[in-house]
Structure formats: structure tokens, C-alpha cells
């Protein structure tokens, strides 16, 4: 008797369609299962090597174009480890993170530059954005989860007393430590992290000599180089709805995209109470189902996902418009679709 298809099976063999349908370099801004790694030996120079595995909570697929599929799998191995290493280092989950015991005691003295750096980028985003980007949110994040997992929603009482737990210019930043100035504040670097990681387990592939590759983790998506048989990459958009057309695919060789919507984690079936929060009023923002940014790096396509999609969709379009490296896809809560000037689609 044939053992019955899994939900993992189904996803692998969408994913296994789509790449027939879009080309032998295909990523989407949604998940893309793979059970195994795998090879493909396309001629006597050229392997497509394929890897994937969770991290950072979601699949992470790596996809290397390279004339040796040993050369190939040992760099992407490499750059797994790298992934490990900064997640470890930055997640909010773990109390013996870096980050973790920054939100523990209020202050960290001697911060890993990686994490030094990433606060930097934050707060320069809170600054560009007016605020709209913000990682002291989690006391929010954290009112959220804890209250849903009572089977209760947040009061509005409830939500302006955490509102007085956040704001980055509450972060005081000086010669390599990091200080709150206040008790019970706590940051999350969800928003932006994942970006970066994303972009450093890119470096260490070309630094192994795999200069033609693809990450895609969960979404945020990282192309260098090209795919297999000199074709450029090829993106496709989540729809939010789910429905089986792609909102927009477009075709990329080096650069990067992220995405952020509501559909990803929420706490409430009704998906009023999300993952992404405004630190203005502690509320989670409707007027969008997704945003994605193309930026030159996948760190600030991730944080400028999560900007655009805390503004207003006009607002955030006329924001991206402004800056001249970064494009933007937006779909509505009504399904409408705006887009930035330059946008490639």
C-alpha cells in the first residue's frame, strides 16, 4: 500500500513544479521545501548543488552553480555554520544570546560587532523611516503572544502601558556597549537580522569561490552571479491569498529581496494581532497583505519590508521613491498593487 502524501511532500512537489515552470534558477519570496541536498550535472563544468535546512526558524535553501559539486557542498556547509554562529548569537529566544542578555539585564558592555552593527543599522532605519521601523517593539511582541496564549486579547490599557516600554531613542549607544534607559524594555532583531545573516552566509560563499549562487531563507533572498547554464535567476512573488498565480516574477543576477506580510505569523485568527507592530500606537498595521523590497543588501530589503509595510501603502511607495537604491511591491488588504518607479516587474 502506498503511504499517504505529506504535507511536506505536497509543498516539495509545488516546489518541484514551479521550478519547471520558471527555469532551472527559480527562488519565491515563499517557502521552497527540499527534503535532501541534491546535484545536477548540467555538463563538464558546471554542477547545480542544492541545500537545504532549517534556520532561523524557517527552510533556508542554498543553490550553488560551480564546476566541482565537492568545492560546491563544502561551501555551502561553510556557510550554514555561519548561520548558525550569528543566530546564536543574535536571537531574542535564547537568554544566553547576546541579544538575549541584553534584554536580561538592560545592558551589555563589549557587544559582538555583529550585533553592534546591526543596532546601528536599526536605529539609522528608525531615523529614515520616522519611525516605522523600530526593534524595541518586543514588549509588544511579548504583551501579544502572552495574552493569546491565555486566550485573551490585549486591552487598550493594556497596550499604552507597553507602549511606555518602547522607543529607540531609549537605546543609549556608546564605545561598544549597549544600554536601556529604562527597565523593561527589550529588543528584537527579527525584522533585520535574518537580512543580515542572509547576507553574510553570501560572503562566505564567495569566499570559497562559489561566486554564482542563491539564498533563499524563507523569503529573504540573496542572487549572485548567475544560475545554471548562464540564466539569470528567477523570483517569484508570494501572493498572500495563496492562489496559485504569482503576483509578479521577475529575473535578477546580483542583488537582493525580502518580504513581509501578515500571512507569516499572527496570534489571532482573525489576524488583527500579527508579527509586525507599530511603536506608535502598539498596534499591528492592515492596510497591506505584503511588501517586498529589492535593496543591495538582503538586510535592508528586510527592514525596509517591515517600514513599507507598517506605513500607509501610498506612503510607503513615496518613501522607496525617494531613495534611490531601493524598489518596492506592495499588495493592499484589498488586493490593489502599487509599486516604486524603477521596479523591475
Known sequence: MKNPETPFDQKRRSFLKLSGLLGLGVASAALLPAEKAEALFFGPKEYKVTETRLAMGTFVAMTAIH?????????????????????????????????????????????????????????????????????????????????????HQPTEGEIDRTLKLVGSNNINFRSGSLQFAGSGMGITLDGIAKGYIVDKASAVLRANGVANHLINAGGDIRTSGLAAKGKAWTVAIQDPAKSKEYPDVITMKDGAIATSGNYEIYYDNEKMFHHIINGKTGHSPHLSSSVTVMAPTVMDADALATSIFVMEPAAGVQFINSQPEYECFVIGKDGEISKSKGWLG
Do not use: C, W
Not at 548569537?89 to 563589549?110: D, P, Q, R
Open 67 to 151: 564546476p566541482s559539486r565537492d568545492e560546491a557542498e563544502q561551501a555551502i556547509g561553510l556557510a550554514f555554520e555561519e548561520i548558525d554562529r550569528l543566530n546564536a548569537m543574535l536571537t531574542h529566544f535564547e537568554k544566553s544570546s547576546a541579544v538575549g542578555s541584553f534584554n536580561a539585564a538592560g545592558k551589555i558592555e563589549h557587544a559582538p560587532q555583529e550585533m553592534l552593527d546591526l543596532v546601528a543599522r536599526s536605529l539609522y532605519f528608525n531615523q529614515q523611516t520616522g519611525g516605522a521601523f523600530d526593534i524595541t517593539v518586543k514588549p509588544l511582541v511579548d504583551l501579544y503572544k502572552d495574552s493569546f496564549a491565555k486566550s
